[in-house]
């Protein structure tokens, strides 16, 4: 049930769990949990619906590349980002999960298997279609993957019941998090702030951070600063190995043989490295989108690869007398970012209204990076034309040595990962296996933010099945307790 930010500190030491956040992670978590019994408040620092007081706070700095504005790059209200998104969803391939040859760093703490079993549960939350399984390419180096596509799930909406009627579910809105309060390796209690300057502290058996790619390092070093330092002691992982999935038009292709890789019978064809490309030409993971052109389009592309190839003008010319046909593609992509210290997400000077220091990220691609879209894009167009089966026309920036990024466009998929790195110890990340703050007995962390790596594939999917692993480990220690 919705309960005025008055009225949140009631309760005192009946909350089980507190949940800061109310995007996919945190309502995922608060359902769930609530469903077993347990008394869960979910405090959302927006409104119910969209508004300039709440969006405000994610205005920010960005340095380095080119990238999307901090305010526009995610929503702050009731359902978070998943008011938005696409509905656009994959799991991470298996070896997403492990040290790639190129970059060890992309190695997590924990195997795919660990968030395997939350699939199907998962997938029912945000209502995904069955995915077909990946389909090599013989002697390509790509597989053909797919994605859930569709309508996407207002998560605000699919739940509007639970959060309304639920008896052990308590949700908060405009209830904002400005202080954690730690004592002996526990946090006693959250403060909460709204936009009128109330201020309110909740006391709970287990707190959870569940902000976002970006909010959850902002609040947390915000809150280790006001805790001088006694929060998370060893912090020089905090905000860094900030990542996300570049997004650019990479080129075209010229297909003879549509139904090489599928192009005959759709009109969207997903590809990506299989894991032995990916070792042997030392990349990190890829996903390549064809898009096929319309008639004219193609007929373009034709002539534009005729003028460039005078060689291969005549067979196009002839097949195109023999009414042979021919698709063009538009490739577009997105690709896998090296996880690197120098990514982060730090306080700015300035302030919002609620007096917490704004977001500054500092995010530029790599080598690494570069080399990825670049290797991939070669690679297809090898096999495209070592089999005679089209050919590949790179985008003028990627072909260019060395590769000059774009700064307009696509640019990024909005998809905000890393930060809260999820590690083995305390040197190395933020969070344990288990999402847990290293220093802090009850607090977690939950959402893209404990990513160790990214992969390819856009992360909801992979962050809900994390949420509800903790929702299993939250409830064993209620349940033992």
């Not at 797919?146 to 008896?167: I, Q, V």
């Not at 006694?230 to 905000?239: K, R, W």
Request: glycine share 8%.
């Amino acid at each position: 049930m919705y309960i005025d930010f008055e009225d949140i500190s009631e309760h005192g030491d009946a909350i089980d769990v507190c949940i800061i956040g109310a995007g996919a992670a945190g309502i995922a978590m608060a359902v769930t949990l609530a469903e077993r019994g347990h008394r869960v408040l979910l405090c959302e620092g927006g409104d119910a619906d969209y508004s300039e007081r709440s969006q405000d706070s994610y205005r920010g700095e960005t340095v380095g590349d080119a990238y999307i504005p901090l305010y526009g790059a995610r929503l702050r209200y009731l359902g978070g980002s998943t008011n938005h998104w696409g509905g656009v969803c994959r799991p991470l391939d298996r070896y997403d999960f492990t040290a790639k040859s190129a970059s060890s760093e992309t190695a997590w703490p924990i195997a795919r298997d660990a968030i395997s079993p939350y699939y199907s549960t998962a997938a029912s939350i945000l209502d995904l279609a069955p995915l077909p399984a990946d389909q090599p390419i013989a002697g390509s180096g790509f597989k053909r993957i797919y994605f859930s596509l569709g309508n996407p799930t207002r998560l605000k909406e699919k739940y509007a019941a639970t959060l309304s009627e639920s008896a052990t579910l308590q949700c908060c809105l405009t209830a904002n998090l400005v202080a954690l309060e730690t004592l002996d390796g526990a946090v006693t209690s959250a403060t909460f702030k709204n936009y009128a300057g109330d201020s309110r502290q909740v006391r709970a058996r287990y707190f959870v951070m569940a902000c976002g790619g970006i909010e959850n390092s902002r609040l947390l070093l915000w809150c280790n600063q006001q805790a001088n330092g006694q929060l998370i002691p060893q912090d020089a992982t905090l905000g860094r190995y900030w990542m996300e999935h570049p997004h650019a038009t990479v080129g075209k292709a010229l297909m003879f043989e549509p139904a090489a890789l599928g192009l005959e019978d759709e009109y969207n064809v997903f590809l990506s490295p299989d894991a032995q490309a990916i070792a042997s030409r030392q990349i990190l993971n890829c996903g390549l989108r064809l898009h096929r052109m319309n008639t004219e389009a193609t007929q373009t592309l034709v002539d534009e690869l005729a003028e460039q190839a005078p060689t291969l003008a005549g067979r196009l010319h002839t097949w195109q007398a023999q009414g042979r046909v021919m698709h063009g593609a538009v490739l577009r992509a997105a690709w896998e970012q090296e996880p690197r210290y120098d990514n982060h997400i730090e306080l700015s000077d300035d302030v919002d209204s609620l007096g917490v220091p704004r977001s500054r990220l500092v995010w530029q691609q790599s080598d690494l990076d570069r080399h990825t879209i670049r290797e991939s894009m070669l690679m297809l167009g090898e096999y495209l034309r070592e089999n005679d089966l089209g050919r590949l026309q790179l985008a003028d920036w990627l072909a260019e040595t060395p590769v000059q990024l774009p700064s307009d466009g696509e640019l990024a998929g909005r998809h905000h990962m890393g930060g809260t790195r999820m590690s083995l110890d305390a040197e190395q990340g933020i969070v344990n296996p288990d999402c847990r703050l290293f220093a802090q007995d009850n607090v977690y962390v939950a959402g893209s933010s404990v990513f160790a790596s990214v992969g390819h594939a856009n992360p909801t999917l992979t962050l809900v099945q994390l949420a509800l692993r903790l929702c299993d480990h939250l409830d064993s220690r209620l349940t033992s307790a």
